[in-house]
């Protein structure tokens, strides 16, 4: 379990993010007083999950072994018990399955298309990923939300999650709003309506494989950051939610990460929110020494 001291004065910041997460976060906290408070958090069957997503990187598959390998060695250098896994381009899966095979880390793919085979060019099917040891998909990511690469809708979304659920596998489900979303304080209920939406059709027994990212888009790429407490303040809304829509065991055993511009220096602050489980890392999930500082976050 994750402890922190709380210093004078740091417990009315704490009050007010637990008045935020409400019911829904109930069981992931305990009190021992406020000066020096112990917090415990998390609750016991939520593991901190730390993925990186590659994107369209790097550019040869010599150097994404050599990224593999390196994840491979911090991982194996950290002692508590978490889940990481690489998701890595398609061309790449194959190299670095090898290399993550037996390992801390899982392998993830950061998409799939949505029929099982047929003329569809350029396509990849559950099949082709499971195949290659794929645990982990991505799906509804920004940057395929939002015409980056593609304009995916939320059907479309709902589509692979399903697929990759129907496979045995385990879809990390992204979620988040535009710049201008968040400025008219729709980040919520942007984020609510992507869940429902997303995870229509998933039942109960499902959920136990799904992870929710949620990701603002304006902190995408941008080197910008939710605040802490903005983050928190989401993640406990996205819990109610799944509490909500599904139950309260469901709502504190589903892991919730944040993703959005993470780095070594933000990690810390982020990774002591109670409902925050852990990151989808970008661009610092490409430096090795980084991503290996975000892996043992204090």
């Known amino acids: 379990g994750h402890v922190i001291i709380l210093r004078p004065m740091q417990w009315q910041v704490w009050l007010a993010a637990f008045a935020v997460v409400g019911s829904a976060s109930a069981s992931t906290f305990s009190f021992q007083g406020f000066h020096g408070a112990n917090l415990q958090l998390r609750g016991g069957a939520r593991k901190s999950f730390m993925a990186g997503n590659w994107k369209m990187n790097p550019n040869t598959v010599d150097e994404a072994k050599a990224l593999a ?31 993550v095979k037996g390992s801390k880390v899982a392998l993830g793919a950061e998409d799939l298309f949505t029929e099982d085979k047929g003329a569809f060019t350029g396509g990849v099917s559950v099949g082709m990923l499971k195949s290659l040891g794929v645990k982990y998909v991505l799906a509804g990511h920004s940057e395929r939300r939002h015409g980056n690469i593609a304009a995916e809708s939320d059907a479309i979304i709902n589509k692979k999650v399903r697929k990759i659920l129907d496979a045995g596998l385990s879809p990390i489900l992204c979620v988040g709003e535009t710049k201008e979303e968040y400025e008219l304080k729709l980040n919520k209920a942007v984020c609510s309506l992507q869940l429902s939406k997303g995870l229509a059709g998933v039942t ?29 303040e989401v993640h406990a809304a996205i819990r109610a939610w799944l509490a909500q829509m599904y139950d309260q065991q469901t709502a504190d055993s589903v892991r919730i990460q944040y993703g959005g511009s993470v780095t070594p ?3 810390d602050k982020l990774m ?12 610092a999930a490409l430096l090795a020494d980084k991503f290996d500082r975000i892996i043992k976050y204090k």
Do not use: N
Not at 69 to 96: N, Q, T, W, Y
Not at 216 to 231: F, H, K, N, Q, S
């Open 69 to 99: 390998s390196a994840v491979v060695k911090s991982a194996a250098g950290e002692p508590r018990d978490m889940d990481i896994c690489v998701c890595c381009p398609h061309p790449f899966l194959g190299p670095v399955s090898d290399i």
């Open 204 to 232: 109960k027994e499902q959920m136990s494989r799904v992870t929710i990212a949620y990701e603002p888009v304006w902190a995408i790429g941008t080197g910008l950051t939710a605040t802490p407490e903005i983050a928190q």
């Open 265 to 267: 220096d933000t990690v």
């Open 272 to 283: 002591a929110c109670p409902d925050i489980d852990g990151a989808l890392v970008g661009g």
